[in-house]
C-alpha cells in the first residue's frame, strides 16, 4: 500500500512533466507523478485529498545558511529590520542605537545568573551614518557583565570593557588589522574577522559564533526546524560549523527523531585547522551521514563582508574611501585545502564577497584543476557579490557554480549604492540573469541568520531587485519566476551535489515537497514574497505550520 497525494497543482521542476495533479509516495520517495489514473497502476493505494486545494513544489533547498539562525534566538535581537522568530512571533526593527541599547538593558534585566553574559545580534552600524558603537557604550549595559553584540554581517563583534578583559585584549599596543585601537591606545571593542572575533565571542555567547553542541543542547536545531518548516524548507545548510565531536553526535542523534523536519547538510568550516587536517576531519565526517545529517563537505573563506568593509575590493576599493578588507586565508592554504578537498571527492565552497576575493579563489581554483582535471567538481563560490561579466565567464570556464545572495539587494542595496560600492557596481550586485547567460550554474540564498531564511522572499529579490526604499537596481539583472523557483530547488540542489535525490518531484527522488497555499506562477511577480506556506512533506512526513 503508499500514498497518492492530490494536490490543486504540482510544480514539479521536471521539464519532462512540468505539472501535475497527483504524486505517488512509498517509503519516502516518489513513486511517480501524474494522473491519478496513471499511478493506480502501481497497485493499491490511499488517497490523500488533504492537498487537494494547495499547490505541491519540492521541498525548497536552502544553499547557505547557518544553525545560528535558531541558536541566535536565544539572545536579543538588535536588527534595522523586523524579524519574526522561529515561534512566529515578530520583532520590530530597532531604528536607533539608543533603541539597541535599550533592548540590551532589557535582556540584561532579566538575568539571574550573576556571571551570565548579555548576547545580542543583528546590528548593523551602516544604518546610523557613521556612529559606530564602542565598548563604553556597551559598559552602560553592564560593567561587571562581559556584553557583545554581533553585527548582522556576523563579520565584526562589538563587545564592552569587561568582554576585552576576559579576551586579553584591554592592553595597549595590540597591532591586528581586526582590533582598531581608540584614542586611549585601547581597543574600541569592535572585533572584525575570526581571529579577533573567536577570543571574545566565546565569553558574550558567540563561541566561533554559535554553540557547539554541549551536553543537553540541540544546537538550535529545533528553533531552525521550525523556521525552515514556516518557510517551505526540506533541506538546508550549515555552513560555519567547525563541527567537534559533541555537536555531531547531538546533530546526528536529534535529526535522527522521527518528527525532525529538516535535511542538514553541514559542512566542516576551515577555520583553527591546517588544510591537510580540515580534510581529514571531513573525510570522516562523510562516513557517518544519514539521510536528514549530510557531512563531508568543506567551507572555505577568501573575506569578510562588504557592508562591514571587511570584503576585499579590488581597485578603486570602498566608494566613502574605507581601507580594504581583510583575507582570511591566504592564496596558498587555500589552494591546498582545495587540492586536498578535491582529491577525496568532497565538496567545497568558498565565501567570496568582493571581486579581489573572487579573483583569488578563481586563482587557487585553476591552479588545482591545471595539476588534477576534475570534470564534476561542484565547486561553488559562496555570495559572489560583485561578479562582473568576465568573472562570470571565467566560472564557467572552471565549471564552478555560483551561489548569489540575493537578498543584500533589499536590506543594503541604498546602503551599497550610497556608501560602500557606489552606485554603479551596485547596479551590477548579486547579477543572476548574466550567470544564466553565461551559463553558470546558480542558486541564491538567505545566509541565516545573516538575513531572514525564506526562500520565496529570496526569490522575490531576485525577480525584482528591489531595496527597501523601493528602488530598483538593474532591471537588467531580474530573472524570471520560473527561473527564480528554480534556483531555489534544483539550481540548489545541484550545487550541494544532491540533484540526484532532490530539488525536483520525480520517480525514484526523495518525497521532499512545499506545501503552498498560492501557486507562484499566478501570482505577479511582486507578489511573489506573499505565497503562503501551509508546511512541508519531507521524506513522506508531513508537517504543517499550524502543528509546531
Not at 15 to 40: C, K, S
Not at 88 to 117: H, K, M, Y
Not at 521 to 545: I, M, N, S, Y
Amino acid at each position: 500500500m503508499f500514498t497518492i497525494h492530490e494536490a490543486r497543482r504540482i510544480i514539479t521542476m521536471n521539464p519532462a512533466r512540468p505539472f501535475a495533479t497527483h504524486v505517488a509516495v512509498r517509503d519516502g520517495r516518489i513513486l511517480g507523478v501524474g494522473t491519478l489514473e496513471e499511478l493506480a497502476g502501481w497497485g493499491p493505494y490511499r488517497l490523500d485529498r488533504r492537498f487537494a486545494d494547495k499547490v505541491l513544489m519540492p521541498g525548497f533547498v536552502e544553499g547557505h545558511s547557518h544553525l545560528a539562525e535558531g541558536v541566535f534566538w536565544e539572545h536579543a535581537y538588535c536588527g534595522w529590520f523586523e524579524r519574526m522568530d522561529p515561534d512566529g512571533r515578530v520583532w520590530p526593527g530597532l531604528g536607533t542605537l539608543d533603541a539597541v541599547l535599550a533592548r540590551l538593558r532589557s535582556a540584561e534585566a532579566q538575568l539571574t545568573d550573576p556571571a551570565a553574559a548579555v548576547s545580542g545580534w543583528g546590528i548593523d552600524p551602516i544604518y546610523f551614518g557613521e556612529v559606530r558603537l564602542t565598548r563604553h557604550d556597551l559598559d552602560a549595559v553592564s560593567a561587571t557583565r562581559p556584553v557583545g553584540v554581533l553585527h548582522a554581517s556576523a563579520h565584526i563583534l562589538n563587545v564592552n570593557t569587561r568582554a576585552l578583559e576576559l579576551a586579553g585584549f584591554l592592553r595597549p599596543g595590540i597591532d591586528h588589522p581586526g582590533i582598531p585601537l581608540g584614542d586611549d591606545g585601547l581597543p574600541t571593542g569592535e572585533l572584525r574577522g575570526p581571529e579577533a572575533m573567536t577570543p571574545a565571542g566565546r565569553h558574550v555567547g558567540f563561541a566561533r559564533f554559535e554553540r557547539e553542541g554541549r551536553p543537553g543542547d540541540d544546537c538550535g536545531l529545533g528553533r531552525f526546524a521550525r523556521l525552515c518548516v514556516r518557510t517551505g524548507v526540506t533541506t538546508a545548510t550549515d555552513l560555519t560549523n567547525q563541527l567537534p565531536e559533541e555537536a555531531v553526535e547531538t546533530m546526528l542523534r536529534l535529526t535522527a527523531a522521527p518528527d525532525y523536519p529538516v535535511r542538514i547538510v553541514a559542512f566542516r568550516r576551515f577555520f583553527a585547522v591546517s588544510p591537510a587536517g580540515l580534510v581529514e576531519h571531513a573525510k570522516a565526517l562523510r562516513e557517518r551521514s544519514t539521510d536528514r545529517l549530510r557531512l563531508g563537505g568543506v567551507k572555505l573563506f577568501a573575506d569578510g563582508s562588504i557592508q562591514g568593509f571587511t570584503a576585499r575590493l579590488r581597485w578603486p576599493g570602498y566608494y566613502n574611501g574605507r581601507p580594504n578588507g581583510i583575507w582570511y586565508q591566504s592564496p596558498e592554504n587555500l589552494t591546498e585545502a582545495i587540492r586536498l578537498a578535491l582529491a577525496e571527492g568532497l565538496v567545497v565552497n568558498i565565501h567570496t564577497n568582493g571581486d579581489e576575493a573572487m579573483d583569488m579563489a578563481c586563482d587557487c581554483i585553476e591552479t588545482v584543476l591545471r595539476e588534477r582535471p576534475c570534470p564534476d567538481h561542484r565547486i561553488t563560490l559562496q555570495h559572489c557579490q560583485l561578479a562582473d561579466q568576465a568573472l562570470l565567464a571565467r566560472l564557467k570556464k572552471l565549471g564552478v557554480c555560483a551561489s548569489l545572495f540575493a537578498n543584500h539587494t533589499w536590506y543594503w542595496g541604498d546602503q551599497h549604492c550610497a556608501i560602500t560600492v557606489g552606485p554603479e557596481r551596485a547596479q551590477r550586485m548579486n547579477p543572476c540573469a548574466s550567470a544564466l547567460a553565461h551559463g553558470v550554474p546558480i542558486a541564491i540564498h538567505s545566509d541565516a541568520p545573516i538575513t531572514p531564511l525564506n526562500p520565496l522572499f529570496t526569490a522575490w529579490c531576485a525577480v525584482n531587485r528591489v531595496t527597501a526604499s523601493g528602488r530598483q537596481l538593474a532591471r537588467s539583472e531580474c530573472i524570471g519566476v520560473e527561473d527564480a523557483l528554480r534556483t531555489i530547488t534544483v539550481g540548489a540542489a545541484y550545487t550541494l551535489k544532491l540533484d540526484h535525490e532532490i530539488g525536483s518531484i520525480e520517480c525514484g527522488k526523495r518525497a521532499d515537497f512545499a506545501v503552498l497555499e498560492d501557486d507562484p506562477l499566478e501570482l505577479a511577480p511582486e507578489r511573489l514574497r506573499e505565497v503562503r506556506v501551509w508546511g512541508t512533506v519531507q521524506g513522506g512526513r508531513v508537517f504543517p505550520v499550524t502543528e509546531l
